[in-house]
């Protein structure tokens, strides 16, 4: 058993696939690979992917797991590609819900034979199976991904691996989109990213309301897309790496408006990634004033502004609209202006939106935001003073529906409220006017502010230098303070907190800043007005919340559940807290019982199990509370009614082929019925297909061991592609393999024999560089390692791509080791040759001709093929007897091509199509495994 932790990119991948499938897993992040069943371990339910039967289910499954026996995937390549292998074998396969795979199965052969081919694994993809071999035995899938583990290799710098994907056009099409904002630190914009140039911004994805990541482009180095409407020119992109979308506006556009171009990639990661590296690649950590623009020189439907500084813009931020301010805000957030401005002045724009946001709220909550100091009521002209006071009148003029007492007691109560607040107001103004007199004096910051002059900061604070004076006084920073001048500013003090009860939440919270920065008194003077001016803040906040808490007395569960969130979130001290969170509390779990008793009975009395699921749902939006008895009450009823749904589906279903069958028995097993009620009714199931697949077999072959070859391999063939039992199915099969392999082994006998004659009565003799096939000897288990190891090493290093039932005729070893590892490779159907650079395969029916040349300059052994091409192959033996090797090889060769089409096995799957069309990208070519449009590698 191998337990490994995905790592970033397969997490992901896999719970969009959970989610895709709409399966009850929870998944933990953790693979499990036993056998040939890998499982994603959940909370309670697992995932099950098994190769042999080719079925994906969930179940219940309780795996032991200790901490330290868990591996780490991390950056292993070969790992991560053999596990991401399981999305295309089983999407192809159909068992994957929300999966579909386009590429053929021989694409998908090749595909994973790139994958496999540098850890020696062969694997072989089929409608009915996906197996592996290392050095022509068949291994397990956990076999696989321990070789993977341990034959983890770097990639060398100048070779690029490039996973399959599906086909892609890659157009931007036209949408509209509503793009929500979130508040982000300057510190997460830094740290969240995800490389290639994308950096985090507040937008929020309009599909899953994850948090985008944005490419901006440097001016005049716009990167050109193709969209719906023509080429764009791309100032800025973003993208959501959880939908696998990328998101731009269109041009003159911002986000914000929401008319944008999208591309979406859904599953493919391997698409995605390479996009996301083709956008990212020239962008960069700046910022670009233009919008995107079309790339014929078209004007867009909205005019871009003029450039100006986002310092000129915020110096001018009261002037500016509503739309104008909204519009700042988008363009700041978008990576308009350099990093280092926004970071200045995004608190200051994002002040003035929410100021112009506060005043379309409720009455109470705009007549309490006008109730503002005077320094800030006083900064406003007479003109907007104006302006507001008749916005206020037109609202109170205006009507919700409500009747005209109720009106008229609001206007009275909001009166009251404006009375007191002026009442307060003066008594503040009046303290001032006090300390005034009695002589404080204040010098000026150099911005002119009433503020001491001189700071000392030790760890983010103020800290004032007093001493105390002979005369009683107090010296600070070299001003003396006489106790004249600190009595009076107690007073003043004392005179405001004497109307405290007063003052709104804001209005305290400025006097206590204001207490913190007074430099007349000391310290420990503070403290006693500054606790005060705490408490009533705290009791301020607790009264309204205990307020809310009270009104929750009889209101349903989830105001009552936004309150106690509400509560959790103040600050306020524990104790003052507690008594809040434990009456809430309380009110939560009465009134959730109260929703679902009353829920419970109103249940109709006849359901069917999709409904008691989902009553089983509704009850789990009531979260932190015990309702474990009318849970039980809800769940007892769900065997009865899945009974009754198994009886019905039975006696419903189609039951004439084996296909109704398989589709009744995958009903059966995804429908997620109760396992001791399913089993009977699966068992008579499969026991029925068994007979029918049973059945087939017999038809197709009723006398295997009386086969010729070609019989056998048709009837071989046939059993591999049908839809059997796997255990029906690999009996025949081995059954079958027996026999064709013993009328290959004899031919293979017979074939090693003629060309040993042919080679001596020709001049070349004995070379202990010449291995032959001792294929009888295999057959019987009687061949010794000294016999084969070089021949099976050989097979396995470069002849992995051999056909079914292809066995080596002479093997040249040329290695210095003498090991089989560099050679040549002679079959009935091809020669496969390879030295310290290279390695290939050439089909024997397009070889025109082998030579020998004995020269200085060109000495070697040549293959000649029917397209004109000349390859210098690998040979063993003495330049005297080298023509007589080339010789005899070619004809031996030439017989080998005289055999019957019906006897090449490979000739149809070692066919090269003469017209490539890119598996990704759909362009097409002649010549090469690389696309030269779109660079995809496997396209071989």
């Keep these: 058993m191998i337990l490994l932790r995905a790592n970033t990119e397969l997490h992901q991948t896999f719970e969009r696939l959970i989610e895709a499938m709409k399966v009850p897993v929870k998944w933990n992040g953790i693979f499990v690979v036993i056998d040939n069943y890998m499982i994603l371990q959940g909370e309670v339910r697992s995932l099950f992917f098994h190769f042999d039967t080719r079925n994906v289910a969930t179940n219940i499954i309780d795996i032991p797991v200790k901490e330290d026996e868990i591996g780490e995937v991390g950056t292993n390549m070969r790992v991560q590609n053999a596990i991401n292998l399981i999305?295309?074998?089983?999407?192809?396969?159909?068992?994957?819900?929300?999966?579909?795979?386009?590429?053929?199965?021989?694409?998908?052969?090749?595909?994973?034979?790139?994958?496999?081919?540098?850890?020696?694994?062969?694997?072989?993809?089929?409608?009915?199976?996906?197996?592996?071999?290392?050095?022509?035995?068949?291994?397990?899938?956990?076999?696989?991904?321990?070789?993977?583990?341990?034959?983890?290799?770097?990639?060398?710098?100048?070779?690029?691996?490039?996973?399959?994907?599906?086909?892609?056009?890659?157009?931007?099409?036209?949408?509209?989109?509503?793009?929500?904002?979130?508040?982000?630190?300057?510190?997460?914009?830094?740290?969240?990213?995800?490389?290639?140039?994308?950096?985090?911004?507040?937008?929020?994805?309009?599909?899953?309301?994850?948090?985008?990541?944005?490419?901006?482009?440097?001016?005049?180095?716009?990167?050109?897309?193709?969209?719906?409407?023509?080429?764009?020119?791309?100032?800025?992109?973003?993208?959501?790496?959880?939908?696998?979308?990328?998101?731009?506006?269109?041009?003159?556009?911002?986000?914000?408006?929401?008319?944008?171009?999208?591309?979406?990639?859904?599953?493919?990661?391997?698409?995605?990634?390479?996009?996301?590296?083709?956008?990212?690649?020239?962008?960069?950590?700046?910022?670009?004033?233009?919008?995107?623009?079309?790339?014929?020189?078209?004007?867009?439907?909205?005019?871009?502004?003029?450039?100006?500084?986002?310092?000129?813009?915020?110096?001018?931020?009261?002037?500016?609209?509503?739309?104008?301010?909204?519009?700042?805000?988008?363009?700041?957030?978008?990576?308009?202006?350099?990093?280092?401005?926004?970071?200045?002045?995004?608190?200051?724009?994002?002040?003035?939106?929410?100021?112009?946001?506060?005043?379309?709220?409720?009455?109470?909550?705009?007549?309490?935001?006008?109730?503002?100091?005077?320094?800030?009521?006083?900064?406003?002209?007479?003109?907007?003073?104006?302006?507001?006071?008749?916005?206020?009148?037109?609202?109170?003029?205006?009507?919700?529906?409500?009747?005209?007492?109720?009106?008229?007691?609001?206007?009275?109560?909001?009166?009251?409220?404006?009375?007191?607040?002026?009442?307060?107001?003066?008594?503040?103004?009046?303290?001032?006017?006090?300390?005034?007199?009695?002589?404080?004096?204040?010098?000026?910051?150099?911005?002119?502010?009433?503020?001491?002059?001189?700071?000392?900061?030790?760890?983010?604070?103020?800290?004032?230098?007093?001493?105390?004076?002979?005369?009683?006084?107090?010296?600070?920073?070299?001003?003396?303070?006489?106790?004249?001048?600190?009595?009076?500013?107690?007073?003043?003090?004392?005179?405001?907190?004497?109307v405290m009860d007063r003052y709104s939440d804001r209005q305290l919270q400025e006097l206590k800043r204001q207490l913190e920065g007074e430099r007349k008194l000391t310290e420990d003077e503070k403290k006693p007005y500054i606790k005060k001016i705490q408490d009533r803040i705290y009791e301020g906040r607790v009264r309204e919340l205990q307020e809310k808490a009270d009104a929750c007395e009889g209101k349903n569960y989830t105001l009552t559940k936004r309150v106690l969130e509400e509560v959790e979130a103040a600050d306020l001290p524990e104790e003052q807290k507690h008594p809040l969170r434990e009456k809430l509390q309380q009110l939560k779990q009465s009134q959730a019982e109260r929703e679902v008793a009353a829920m419970v009975a109103k249940m109709p009395a006849n359901l069917d199990r999709k409904q008691y699921r989902l009553y089983v749902d509704r009850l789990h939006d009531y979260d932190g509370v015990d309702l474990t008895p009318y849970e039980q009450k809800i769940v007892a009823g769900r065997e009865a009614a899945e009974k009754q749904e198994l009886s019905n589906m039975i006696r419903r279903a189609r039951k004439v082929s084996r296909e109704d069958y398989v589709d009744l028995a995958e009903r059966l097993r995804e429908g997620d019925f109760l396992p001791g009620l399913v089993a009977p009714y699966l068992e008579k199931v499969n026991d029925r297909i068994r007979e029918l697949d049973a059945d087939a077999i017999a038809a197709i072959c009723p006398a295997p061991m009386q086969m010729n070859f070609e019989e056998g391999i048709e009837a071989y063939q046939k059993i591999k592609e049908g839809d059997f039992l796997p255990e029906l199915k690999t009996d025949a099969l081995k059954t079958l393999e027996k026999r064709l392999s013993k009328i290959k082994a004899d031919e293979c006998e017979l074939l090693v024999g003629k060309l040993k004659k042919e080679l001596e009565e020709n001049g070349v003799g004995e070379n202990p560089r010449h291995h032959f096939y001792p294929a009888r000897k295999v057959l019987l288990g009687q061949a010794t390692p000294e016999e084969t190891d070089v021949i099976e090493y050989a097979m396995a290093s470069y002849a992995a791509g051999r056909g079914l039932f292809e066995y080596p005729i002479l093997v040249v070893d040329v290695a210095r080791d003498a090991s089989g590892k560099e050679g040549m490779i002679l079959t009935p159907e091809h020669l496969y040759y390879s030295t310290a650079f290279t390695s290939y395969g050439i089909p024997v029916a397009s070889i025109a001709s082998v030579t020998a040349s004995t020269g200085l300059l060109n000495k070697g052994l040549y293959v000649h093929q029917k397209n004109g091409t000349k390859l210098k192959i690998p040979y063993a033996v003495g330049t005297k007897e080298l023509p007589d090797y080339a010789g005899e090889l070619d004809d031996f060769i030439h017989y080998l091509q005289e055999k019957p089409e019906s006897r090449k096995l490979t000739y149809l799957a070692s066919e090269k199509h003469d017209t490539i069309c890119c598996f990704r990208c759909g362009y097409q070519y002649k010549g090469g495994g690389v696309c030269p449009k779109c660079g995809y590698q496997n396209n071989g």
């Design 87 to 498: 999305l295309y074998a089983f999407g192809k396969w159909g068992t994957i819900k929300g999966v579909r795979v386009d590429k053929s199965f021989e694409q998908l052969n090749t595909l994973f034979t790139d994958i496999m081919k540098e850890m020696q694994v062969e694997p072989e993809y089929t409608p009915s199976y996906l197996r592996f071999y290392r050095s022509g035995m068949r291994i397990t899938y956990e076999d696989v991904i321990q070789t993977a583990q341990e034959e983890e290799q770097a990639q060398p710098e100048d070779e690029e691996t490039n996973e399959g994907g599906l086909w892609h056009k890659v157009v931007w099409k036209r949408a509209q989109a509503e793009f929500a904002r979130a508040d982000i630190t300057v510190s997460e914009r830094r740290k969240s990213r995800i490389g290639n140039n994308f950096y985090l911004v507040g937008y929020l994805c309009p599909a899953c309301c994850g948090k985008l990541h944005m490419a901006v482009y440097p001016a005049g180095k716009e990167f050109k897309i193709e969209t719906e409407e023509g080429g764009v020119l791309l100032a800025r992109a973003a993208t959501c790496n959880a939908c696998r979308r990328f998101y731009t506006p269109r041009p003159g556009r911002l986000f914000s408006e929401g008319d944008i171009y999208t591309l979406d990639f859904a599953t493919d990661d391997a698409a995605y990634d390479d996009y996301l590296e083709l956008l990212g690649r020239n962008a960069d950590r700046v910022s670009n004033y233009h919008t995107n623009v079309y790339a014929d020189g078209r004007r867009p439907d909205t005019e871009e502004d003029g450039e100006e500084s986002l310092e000129d813009l915020c110096n001018a931020l009261p002037e500016l609209s509503d739309l104008e301010v909204k519009k700042l805000s988008a363009r700041m957030e978008e990576g308009f202006y350099p990093e280092e401005s926004v970071e200045k002045y995004e608190a200051k724009v994002h002040s003035r939106e929410r100021e112009r946001h506060d005043e379309g709220r409720s009455l109470p909550q705009r007549e309490q935001a006008a109730e503002e100091p005077d320094k800030q009521s006083g900064t406003r002209t007479p003109k907007e003073t104006a302006k507001q006071s008749a916005g206020r009148k037109e609202t109170d003029s205006v009507g919700s529906g409500r009747p005209a007492d109720r009106g008229r007691g609001m206007a009275a109560e909001t009166e009251t409220r404006r009375a007191d607040h002026r009442a307060a107001e003066a008594e503040m103004h009046g303290a001032d006017r006090r300390a005034a007199e009695a002589g404080s004096s204040l010098r000026p910051d150099a911005d002119g502010a009433g503020r001491p002059a001189a700071k000392e900061r030790t760890g983010g604070k103020d800290i004032h230098a007093a001493t105390q004076t002979p005369e009683g006084g107090m010296t600070v920073d070299g001003v003396i303070v006489t106790p004249e001048e600190r009595k009076s500013v107690q007073e003043h003090y004392e005179a405001r907190l004497a």
